[in-house]
């Protein structure tokens, strides 16, 4: 799943967060898999901690598969059980509703959720990077933001993230929603982008690249970090368990941490781990494609500075800014009393 915020980001240019998130595979596949790590885990005698993930187990989360082949989760005495979801909203709703105790899930659900009254702290930033995008054929010659006007765009879906960096790409060119027709694809977006039935694609790096690994061909992408370079994904916790789940979540956040500095180190074994796991991962090349797409966005200048994890404050209270401008949101949002660092210093 990295670059620094650059001076266009941080006086607010655009970028949308990402809302309940990439709709998925089938949450089936992903709880069998779960399965054996956590029948291993409980006859340890480990403690238990539940992480609501936006989606099944897919390759691009490399470092977790890692962090539980290693043992690195053990080594802090716990047990990670994995909750999938369909979006971002999921993995927060499993929080909200006690059904798990971390969430990694986009800003943009956190926003929508604050919004709607629930107390949030956000502790880690899994992916500084803004990964989000739009693209289109060559033969479209989409460019920029303005040649979307009175196009057919594809999101995976109405209330995900490609939905939502779409939309405040168009709101910072004097645009919105109502200037393009939108049309919830799936993932599976391919033969209608090929079939033309729609004219571009709101998306990701990593769909992006898996579309074009299977014959896509030559696009024009318009990167939404362009406009703003915030956060992809976060680990979220409810603000009633920040203080006394604290070192449960600081152990849970070491035992990840080392999975990714370990996966730094040792990409090739990530691959062999990840491809053993992962929905997505028969292929090892596509395996190490997607794991090297977001190495890359785990890491920018911010976190070389302060380590892994370190969250900017004032970029994702840019994007709550333009959120509340869009009119995403009806409330303003102080993000410095939700998103913290308190635990990333402990680490």
């Known amino acids: 799943m990295s670059t620094s915020r650059d001076a266009k980001s941080t006086h607010g240019k655009a970028s949308a967060m990402r809302a309940s998130r990439r709709q998925f595979l089938s949450a089936a596949g992903a709880v069998a898999l779960a399965l054996p790590f956590v029948g291993k885990a409980r006859a340890a005698g480990l403690e238990k901690i539940r992480m609501a993930s936006w989606s099944p187990r897919l390759a691009e989360q490399a470092n977790i598969y890692v ?4 043992g690195f989760f053990k080594e802090q005495g716990l047990e990670m059980e994995w909750i999938p979801g369909q979006g971002s909203g999921d993995a927060l709703k499993n929080v909200i ?3 798990g105790d971390i969430a990694f899930a986009g800003p943009e659900a956190v926003l929508l959720a604050a919004d709607k009254g629930s107390r949030l702290k956000a502790v880690y930033d899994i992916y500084p990077t803004n990964v989000f995008n739009v693209f289109a054929l060559k033969s479209k010659q989409i460019i920029t933001p303005q040649d979307l006007k009175g196009k057919k765009v594809g999101v995976i879906s109405m209330a995900s993230g490609t939905r939502y960096n779409l939309a405040t790409i ?3 060119n004097g645009m919105s929603e109502r200037d393009v027709e939108l049309v919830a694809l799936g993932l599976n977006a391919a033969p209608a982008i090929i079939d033309g039935k729609v004219d571009a694609m709101a998306s990701t790096d990593s769909i992006l690249y898996g579309m074009q690994a299977s014959g896509l061909g030559a696009v024009d992408v318009i ?4 406009y703003l370079n915030s956060s992809t994904d976060l680990f979220v916790v409810e603000e009633k368990d920040f203080v006394p789940k604290q070192e449960l979540f600081t152990r849970f956040l070491r035992g ?3 999975g990714l500095e370990y996966t730094l180190k040792n990409p090739d074994e990530a691959v062999a ?3 053993k796991v992962a929905i997505d991962g028969k292929d090892p090349a596509r395996v190490a494609a997607s794991m090297k797409l977001r190495l890359l966005c785990s890491q920018n200048a911010t976190t070389r500075k302060y380590g892994l994890g370190w969250i900017d404050v004032t970029a994702l209270q840019d994007a709550a800014k333009i959120y509340k401008d869009a009119g995403f949101i009806k409330n ?3 993000m410095s009393t939700i998103a913290t660092n308190e635990l990333v210093k402990k680490l």
């Open 67 to 70: 962090s539980e082949e290693k």
């Open 97 to 99: 509703a006690g059904n």
């Open 170 to 172: 168009l709101a910072l």
């Open 223 to 226: 990167w939404a970090r362009d």
């Open 256 to 258: 990840y941490r080392k």
């Open 273 to 275: 781990i990840t491809s």
């Open 332 to 334: 303003d949002i102080d």
